[in-house]
């Protein structure tokens, strides 16, 4: 596979197109700069930086999974970080691009609460169907509780954790009809600041 060439000739990066048999194309910065929240000159600076350390131009899951696992030596990341390498795939072809990494960089730290959430239902909705369902959520809260360490194994057998699912999931579930729309999930959120907190900082206390 061909490298994409090493800095942006002034307004360019450049991309893998994102097919089997994946080509680098040039993408203006003025496209990236309408896509996301960032600048020119920030862009430049971050794709000098992914240059470095993805020299083949794209982050694929094992890499991901590399980081996840310094950030959280405690713990087994490896599915946690799974779940999040898919929602920054957002062509779904099996690797983060340049400018799937930027899309949702941007999402992340400059993105409006609404838009945070939205990319977080992303995360949760496992199998991509536009709803969350019980066993989605279960899945994703024991991902999070083996990457912080916690106990993993018996945790689904264990009353407390499946209560504490149960009580998210019912708060979610407005209309309590045993799934989560995106609607119902932003609903939920924006009314309870406490409920956006632990979705994203990972908060449960099981
Ligand atoms: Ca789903
Ligand atoms: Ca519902």
């Known amino acids: 596979m061909a490298s994409p060439p090493d800095s942006p000739i002034e307004d360019v990066v450049y991309e893998l197109e994102p097919t089997r048999m994946p080509k680098v194309i040039p993408v203006a910065l003025e496209d990236l700069c309408r896509e996301t929240k960032f600048s020119k000159q920030e862009i430049r600076v971050m794709y000098r930086g992914f240059k470095t350390e993805c020299p083949e131009g794209v ?62 239902f ?31 194994h018996q945790m689904e057998d264990d009353r407390k954790a499946r209560e504490q699912i149960d009580r998210v999931f019912r708060k979610l579930d407005l209309n309590q009809d045993g799934i989560i729309t995106v609607e119902e999930f932003l609903e939920a959120c924006l009314r309870d600041d406490h409920m956006t907190r632990s979705l994203q900082m990972f908060d449960y206390e099981l």
């Open 59 to 120: 982050v694929h899951e094992d890499c991901f999974k590399d980081i996840y696992a310094k950030f959280f030596p405690h713990g087994n990341s490896s599915l946690y970080a799974h779940y999040v390498f898919k929602a920054f795939d957002v062509n779904c072809n099996g690797a983060i691009s340049f400018r799937d990494l930027l899309v949702t960089l941007s999402t992340l730290l400059r993105g409006s609460v609404y838009e945070r959430l939205r990319w977080t």
């Open 122 to 152: 992303k995360l949760y909705d496992l199998n991509g169907d536009g709803r969350i369902s019980r066993s989605e959520l279960a899945e994703v809260v024991l991902a999070i509780h083996e990457l912080m360490g916690r106990r993993s």
